[in-house]
């Protein structure tokens, strides 16, 4: 199985900052790397599919680089809305393991 | 619109069985693959079952291998959840969520979750 790991598990950020998440994998997926939000008592939502592109209706804040094994996920200005907790997951192989998920919280 | 929509969960003691429903809406739900995922009170998100559009392939994690069994029925747009065994471990959200694939994979939509605690 591929292992999904996100760093940092949790930060702290005021409004308005540029926040930026990690997601690495044990082995190369190319670009076979989502994001999804969750908000507290809520199904995730779709944010990222395919590395970076971005799933309609998401913000342009929003944005996905990387491939291989190192992924990043940035929020350029961060918005009240976005105080959530974001995980990654791998489509390359089943099964689609998730990253432990990172808690952006209000600094 | 697209909708789904988890049932069956509930209290149940350890070592009883359990079947949840997903019923789904607004797509052409025999033409794509579904799966399950769950969540952990407190904890992240594990990937559970996957079943593919016309149910001739299912995958399972480790975790809940030959307890619970996926499937589905195209002709009603529903898929299930057997849990069988349950252990205090399988106490979490349960989530059904499309895949939808447009040169890469990814779950488009996601059901509001139905819990299952598993409590003597």
């Known amino acids: 199985d591929i292992q999904m790991t996100q760093s940092p598990s949790s930060l702290s950020a005021s409004l308005g900052d540029r926040v930026t998440i990690t997601c690495r994998a044990s082995?190369?997926?190319?670009?076979?790397l989502n994001w999804y939000q969750q908000k507290a008592g809520k199904a995730p939502d779709l944010l990222i599919y395919a590395a970076s592109s971005l799933q309609s209706g998401v913000p342009s804040r929003f944005s996905g680089s990387g491939s291989g094994t190192h992924f990043t996920l940035t929020i350029s200005v961060l918005q009240p809305e976005d105080f959530a907790t974001y995980y990654c997951q791998q489509s390359y192989s089943t099964p689609r393991t998730f990253g432990q998920g990172t808690k952006v919280e209000i600094k | 619109q697209v909708h789904l929509v988890e049932s069956g969960g509930g209290v149940v003691q350890p070592g009883r069985s359990l079947r949840l429903s997903c019923a789904a809406s607004g797509f052409t739900f025999s033409t794509y693959i579904l799966h399950w995922v769950r969540q952990a009170p407190g904890k992240g998100l594990e990937w559970v079952a996957v079943i593919s559009s016309d149910a001739s392939n299912k995958y399972y994690a480790d975790s809940v291998k030959g307890r619970f069994t996926i499937s589905r029925d195209n002709s009603n747009n529903t898929l299930y959840l057997q849990m069988n065994s349950l252990r205090a471990e399988d106490t979490a959200v349960y989530y059904c969520a499309r895949e939808s694939w447009s040169g890469y994979f990814y779950f488009d939509y996601w059901g509001q979750g139905t819990q299952v605690t598993v409590s003597s």
């Open positions: 082995q190369s997926i190319s670009n076979y």
